[in-house]
């Protein structure tokens, strides 16, 4: 269900520090299993236990595997098993693949393997994968596709697909800037980068994103897409990027984040709405976002219910 309507410390540092720290080791690890150094990849991890550091997953499995090529098998079943023991994924050749496939584009300073995202974002990982394997690179509407596919045969994504695709098509207009809160992985982004295109190749996208795992997935499936010069990624909360007042006017705000808030970010962007603006909210009935529809009432916004299929 969807309304549209147009406008009238230290520990921080310090866990900051580990990750990057099991990072870089993982990487070290990791050539040093392609260089067949096994005693080196443990002598890395037990470095890492003194200094109270856990080794993440990409870590064991490279040990793992430097000891299965070195012969060392009992040192390989004796690291699964911790693996097991901390209740990992302790499928080597996977969680490998993982880790030498990665997330690159601009706004990084290092490619983010997929290893790394995985515990925080397992079914978006799964996607991006599904996509590089099935997808034509650069082609945004074989991307978009995919993703459908993905949907329907795969698991459940919450994307605005079939009918809710179809309105925000029919919705948007030639030169818009658009501001979207709630990324996700970038589907509804692609989709209306690539109507702007239909509508003579003008207008932007800015879309925000508070899940930074996601946001780093999303990053890389438009890259993928071949959308990337025409749809920015802006990590954080959609309010915090209002105040900034990096995002400029907005033509077209579409809302699909959490429902509970839609009433407090609209106010928040209402001094960046132009005078067309258009504000496309996402499930307003159901789940439902009943405080936003009682906001878009009283400051007399002309409103339109859709209901429509629900998402993929």
């Not at 880790?99 to 601009?106: G, K, Q, S």
């Not at 393997?113 to 996509?131: C, D, N, S, T, Y």
């Not at 207008?203 to 890259?223: F, K, M, P």
């Amino acid at each position: 269900m969807m309304a549209c309507a147009g406008n009238a410390g230290d520990v921080g540092m310090r866990r900051h520090f580990r990750v990057s720290a099991v990072t870089s080791a993982s990487w070290y690890r990791y050539a040093c299993m392609e260089a067949g150094r096994w005693p080196q990849c443990l002598s890395l991890l037990e470095s890492m236990r003194s200094e109270e550091v856990q080794p993440d997953s990409i870590a064991l499995a490279c040990a793992a595997q430097a000891c299965r090529d070195g012969r060392n098998q009992a040192a390989a079943s004796e690291i699964q098993d911790e693996m097991r023991q901390r209740k990992m994924d302790y499928n080597v050749a996977e969680i490998l693949n993982d880790a030498t496939l990665a997330v690159d584009f601009p706004e990084v300073r290092s490619p983010v393997p997929l290893g790394a995202l995985r515990p925080m974002a397992q079914k978006e990982v799964q996607l991006f994968k599904w996509i590089r394997q099935r997808a034509t690179p650069g082609d945004v509407q074989s991307v978009i596709k995919v993703i459908e596919e993905f949907a329907e045969e795969r698991s459940w994504l919450k994307i605005q697909g079939e009918q809710k695709k179809e309105l925000l098509e029919a919705t948007l207009r030639p030169e818009d800037r658009i501001v979207e809160f709630g990324c996700y992985v970038g589907y509804s982004s692609m989709v209306m980068a690539q109507r702007l295109r239909e509508l003579g190749g003008h207008g932007s996208v800015t879309t925000c994103e508070v899940d930074a795992a996601n946001a780093y997935i999303a990053r890389g499936v438009l890259q993928f897409a071949g959308v990337e010069g025409e749809v920015q990624v802006r990590v954080g909360c959609a309010c915090d990027w209002v105040a900034t007042g990096q995002l400029g006017t907005i033509d077209f705000l579409l809302l699909d984040h959490r429902g509970t808030i839609y009433h407090e970010d609209l106010h928040a962007a209402e001094p960046s709405l132009s005078d067309k603006a258009i504000v496309f909210a996402d499930n307003v009935l159901y789940p439902g976002a009943p405080l936003f529809l009682n906001y878009i009432d009283v400051q007399e916004y002309a409103i339109e219910i859709h209901e429509l299929k629900a998402i993929l």
